[in-house]
T-cell receptor, first 114, second 113 residues
Framework: AQSVAQPEDQVNVAEGNPLTVKCTYS??????LFWYVQYPNRGLQFLLK??????LVKGSYGFEAEFNKSQTSFHLKKPSALVSDSALYFC????????????FGTGTRLQVFP | DVKVTQSSRYLVKRTGEKVFLECVQD?????MFWYRQDPGLGLRLIYF???????EKGDIPEGYSVSREKKERFSLILESASTNQTSMYLC????????????FGQGTRLTVV
């Protein structure tokens, strides 16, 4: 069965420091991976996706993610965190047996301190 | 701007009531989804639809039903609301059966008392 894991419930980082939000996946075959962000009392917003090609994917708001097939990981990164990046982040993987079904992780709360 | 609109941001209903959550998208998307979001559990798929009048069960369909009479509208129905259905409900849509990203509504926070 396809699945995605976010091992950290919360990540704390100081403003200006680099941030990483971790995601690992389990799929049979090639994975299709996504990151979404949710601000308080809002729906989810798409950040970036990996379908194929370059392992480093760039997305919205200066975020990027690195696909690592050998480690089955798709970690979200940003070189310099902003207080406004504080939000809930979800990793998702496409269910290959049902190509429009997104399977979500449990979410990681990012807190950026001034 | 693409838009997915959920009819209510907040709802309070009584146990046993029949509850309708409405979702409308203006992007002519084929696929629509209903998720519920609970702390520590992420997003769990309740039902989805690939076309008008077509529906498929997700991971947690018990206690819910859906209706899709028009392409742009996907309704979630709680036949007899219970307190364990208190949650945030999120509607989403995607363009096709390919690998496009999903667009989400703003969410409906439902409280069943």
């Amino acid at each position: 069965a396809q699945s995605v894991a976010q091992p950290e419930d919360q990540v704390n980082v100081a403003e200006g420091n680099p941030l990483t939000v971790k995601c690992t996946y389990s799929v049979s075959g090639n994975p299709y991976l996504f990151w979404y962000v949710q601000y308080p009392n809002r729906g989810l917003q798409f950040l970036l996706k990996y379908i194929t090609g370059d392992n480093l994917v760039k997305g919205s708001y200066g975020f990027e993610a690195e696909f690592n097939k050998s480690q089955t990981s798709f970690h979200l990164k940003k070189p310099s965190a902003l207080v406004s990046d504080s939000a809930l982040y979800f990793c998702a993987v496409r269910d290959l047996y049902n190509t429009d079904k997104l399977i979500f992780g449990t979410g990681t709360r990012l807190q950026v301190f001034p | 701007d693409v838009k997915v609109t959920q009819s209510s941001r907040y709802l309070v209903k009584r146990t046993g009531e029949k509850v309708f959550l409405e979702c409308v998208q203006d992007m002519d998307h084929e696929n629509m989804f209903w998720y519920r979001q609970d702390p520590g559990l992420g997003l769990r798929l309740i039902y989805f639809s690939y076309d008008v009048k077509m529906k498929e069960k997700g991971d947690i369909p018990e206690g819910y039903s859906v209706s899709r009479e028009k392409k742009e509208r996907f309704s979630l129905i709680l036949e007899s609301a219970s307190t364990n259905q208190t949650s945030m409900y999120l509607c989403a849509s995607t363009a096709d059966r390919g690998f496009t990203e999903a667009f989400f509504g703003q969410g409906t926070r439902l409280t069943v008392v």
